[in-house]
Each structure stands twice: as C-alpha cells, then as structure tokens.
C-alpha cells in the first residue's frame, strides 16, 4: 500500500518488499502520507525499489523508502516546469552544476529523464532534516509572496524549487540529491538504478 501525497500536507514513507519492492502509486484520494513495513533485509542491502507511478496525478507526489531515505516522486504540471527557468535568478546553483548532486541523466533543466517526473531525496541538504511540501504559491510561514511553489526545510529555511534546486542565501549549501533511477517502462520507476545500467 502507498498513498498519494498531497501538495498541502505532510509526506512520508512507503514501501520496500524483499529484493526488488513494488510500490504502487495509490490513488487515495485521503492526503495523508504512507506508512509501510519495508522488509528490513532489504533495507539494510539497499535494495532498488520499483514504484508504479500510473496512478499519480499531475501536481502531486508520492514517497517511497529507499536505502532508509525518502524519495520523492513527483508529477509535475506545465506550469511547475515553466516557472524553473522564471526563477533561475533567485537559486544558488540554477544549472545543477555541483555534478555529486544529480546523477549525469539528470544533469539538464528539468534535474529528471522525462521532464514532468522528479525523483529526488526528501533529504535537506544541511543537516538532513525533512523539507515539507509547500506546493501552494504565496506567502506562507518562512515563506515570501512571491513563492512559485516547491519545498520547505523548516528546520532553518532552507527553499527548494520543483526541480529540488537551492534558492540563494538559505542554510542549505546544494540543490536536493537526485538517486539513480530508472524507467523500466511508462509508469513504472526504479529507484537505486541508474537508467543506462538498464538500457
Ligand atoms: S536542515 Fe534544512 S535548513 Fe537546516
């Protein structure tokens, strides 16, 4: 079981079998977060994990367990994928140009293999506390009026883009980890293998 998450809440956890876990991107319309008993083993291995993403819709994301860290993934929307050229200006690295963060599939605009699915780390990249969804444009707590919508660290405010890039001047030093990942096929990801391991 997987749930959904919703842009407005809290995200976690999902889902690791034994060997290879299947993930299923559940279409729960509660939009709470996931909790699932990974197998332990395999969690200790660091086994990849396959997720079906077919029922993940446009704007939300979902969370599955990798190698004990979250991992997000997210459909993102047309307007998601415009607004990151419109706020290149105000992030730290814009071009994803410290190389250690995102495997070299992942090195272009979008940070991902298809432009509208991200997989990223739900790792802030201080001191690897967890962002928050804050998918809403606005103001909201620690966060301007101009906000186009992204990620949340509230331990010290760190801000992250749909692309998982840093903004300036926050505590965190680098855009969000993008693991190695996969597509096995349309709808279905494989997490903690690099798509030309599987070309
Ligand atoms: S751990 Fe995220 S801002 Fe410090």
């Known amino acids: 079981m997987t749930q959904e998450v919703d842009n407005s809440?809290?995200?976690?956890?999902?889902?690791v079998t034994s060997g290879v876990g299947l993930v299923g991107a559940g279409a729960m319309?509660?939009?709470f977060v996931a909790?699932?008993?990974?197998?332990?083993?395999?969690?200790?291995?660091?086994?990849?994990?396959?997720?079906?993403?077919?029922?993940?819709?446009?704007?939300?994301?979902?969370?599955?367990?990798?190698?004990?860290?979250?991992?997000?993934?997210i459909r993102r929307t047309q307007k998601m994928l415009d607004d990151?050229?419109?706020i290149r200006d105000r992030l730290a690295d814009p071009d994803?140009?410290?190389?250690?963060?995102?495997?070299?599939?992942?090195?272009?605009?979008y940070r991902s293999i298809r432009p509208e699915i991200l997989v990223v780390l739900g790792v802030c990249t201080h001191l690897g506390c967890a962002p928050t969804e804050k998918f809403e444009t606005g103001a909201?707590?620690?966060?301007?009026?101009?906000?186009?919508g992204g990620f949340f660290c509230p331990c010290h405010g760190s801000a992250f883009d749909f692309a998982g890039r840093v903004y300036r001047n926050v505590p965190a030093p680098?855009?969000?980890?993008?693991p190695p990942h996969s597509f096995l096929s349309e709808?279905?990801?494989?997490?903690?293998?690099?798509?030309?391991?599987t070309a």
């Open 9 to 15: 809440r809290r995200r976690m956890l999902t889902t």
């Open 29 to 31: 319309a509660v939009p």
């Open 35 to 73: 909790s699932m008993a990974p197998s332990a083993r395999a969690k200790a291995a660091g086994a990849p994990v396959e997720v079906d993403i077919s029922t993940l819709k446009e704007g939300r994301m979902l969370a599955v367990e990798w190698r004990g860290k979250p991992v997000w993934i």
């Open 84 to 86: 990151l050229a419109q």
């Open 96 to 109: 994803s140009m410290v190389l250690d963060q995102q495997p070299t599939y992942a090195h272009n605009k």
């Open 140 to 148: 909201a707590s620690g966060i301007s009026d101009d906000w186009v």
């Open 174 to 178: 680098t855009n969000l980890v993008v």
């Open 187 to 197: 709808n279905r990801i494989l997490v903690g293998v690099d798509q030309e391991e």
